[in-house]
């Protein structure tokens, strides 16, 4: 099953909203209609770093998304992409949606610097890791968060 991947546009909104709530789901995570289009904005709005890819199927239907955003890498001197939204479709899984996701933003991290692309998941998110251990290398740094 071939899938395109490519921008989000204007008219994807229906296609692309069950898929970032089925990833709010996955890291439990509610999604009210306010969150939805507030982020949704975002990847719409040009002068807005969010963007969003989505992965289609030969019915023109999305059954992936990726959001990233393009970060200075200050320690290069350079531009990478930050991949914060990685999520594919239950019923789509295991054929290539997911690396052809990341595979899309590696591209688009080219055309803007030499940074590469990173990523941080859940450290139970087993599935996932795989795919990531084949195209990436796993970092020894530590996350932190601090609330506002």
Not at 69 to 92: C, E, K, M, N, Q
Not at 112 to 128: E, F, H, K, L, Q
């Amino acid at each position: 099953m071939a899938h395109e991947i490519r921008l989000a546009g204007d008219d994807d909104f229906f296609g692309w909203l069950p898929l970032f709530e089925a990833y709010c789901s996955f890291y439990e995570t509610e999604l009210d209609d306010a969150k939805a289009l507030i982020v949704w904005n975002w990847i719409r709005d040009e002068h807005d770093p969010l963007q969003a890819a989505l992965a289609v199927d030969e019915h023109g239907t999305p059954v992936g998304l990726a959001q990233y955003r393009v970060v200075p890498d200050t320690l290069r001197a350079t531009r990478g992409i930050f991949l914060d939204d990685l999520y594919v479709d239950a019923a789509s899984r295991g054929a290539g949606v997911g690396r052809a996701l990341i595979e899309f933003v590696q591209a688009r991290s080219r055309e803007v610097g030499t940074g590469g692309v990173s990523w941080i998941t859940a450290a139970d998110n087993t599935d996932a890791q795989r795919l990531y251990d084949e195209l990436a290398r796993r970092t020894t740094w530590v996350t932190y968060e601090m609330d506002a």
